[in-house]
């Protein structure tokens, strides 16, 4: 959980923002596990911050729900169950519906900008196939859905959709287990760039209801095979 050298030093946004960055990506790139308990002391020395910003960041991360703070115990990273999942699934459905009718009702340009983004990412994710590296895919899966969402303009969605993507990742370390073939990944998201390129409403709309469904019914089968905890 180490920062990087000089991580508040160089940075010219307000400190508990930088924390709260620095803590959102190392939970979602599992350096920090669901259900581990933050600890603050050891925190604010590693990052060479006073318990103030800290305390601000980790109150940010519990108002976004990747964090959860427990009375008398402490703050710890929120562990992701089947309930949370589908609503994340939903709600990002919901989004990236609305991005999808929202940029196809825009100028071609935005569309053609929007397909320009995802078309490189999309060939990022076909170089990591023979890799078999998980975590890098599952990091260009949601700059992908990120991106579409981006394509839209809207600041405030582009906001709540930041959060989503952060629990999303979280989740998508599961799925690997349950999701071996990273080239059917591929063809999902190639899938739907090309639809939004062809500018097909109805394909674009199914297509990211398949996803988000898929994407449930994995992670909710990599939930039922988890032991429970007593």
């Known amino acids: 959980m180490a920062a990087p050298e000089g991580l508040l030093a160089l940075e010219a946004r307000p400190t508990a923002q930088v924390i709260a960055d620095h803590l959102r ?3 979602v790139q599992g350096s920090i596990r669901p259900g581990q308990q933050i600890n603050e002391s050891l925190l604010a020395n590693q990052l060479n911050t006073s318990r ?3 305390r601000e960041a ?3 991360l519990c108002q976004e729900g990747i964090l959860i703070s427990r009375r008398n115990y402490g ?3 929120k562990e992701v169950e089947t309930h949370d999942l589908r609503e994340i699934y939903t ?3 919901s989004i990236e519906s609305a991005a999808a009718n929202r940029l196809l009702d825009s100028s071609p340009k935005q569309i053609k900008d929007t397909c320009k983004v995802l078309k490189e990412i999309v060939s990022e994710m076909a170089k990591q196939v023979a890799g078999s590296d998980w975590q890098t895919m599952a990091g260009l899966d949601m700059q992908f859905h990120s991106a579409l969402v981006a394509g839209m303009g809207n600041s405030r969605f582009i906001r709540i959709y930041k959060t989503l993507a952060a ?3 979280m989740c998508l370390f599961d799925l690997e287990v349950f999701y071996p073939r990273m080239d059917v990944l591929v063809q999902e998201h190639q899938n739907i760039l090309d ?3 062809a500018g097909d409403r109805d394909g674009l709309l199914r297509a ?3 996803h988000m469904q898929k994407a449930v019914e994995d992670l909710t089968a990599t939930q039922q095979d988890k032991p429970v905890s007593v």
């Open 167 to 169: 629990e999303s990742r």
């Open 195 to 197: 639809l939004l390129k």
């Open 208 to 210: 990211i209801k398949r």
């Open 91 to 93: 709600i990002r459905e």
């Open 52 to 54: 103030g910003p800290l």
């Open 25 to 27: 990506e190392q939970i």
């Open 75 to 77: 703050v710890f990273v």
């Open 58 to 60: 980790l109150q940010r």
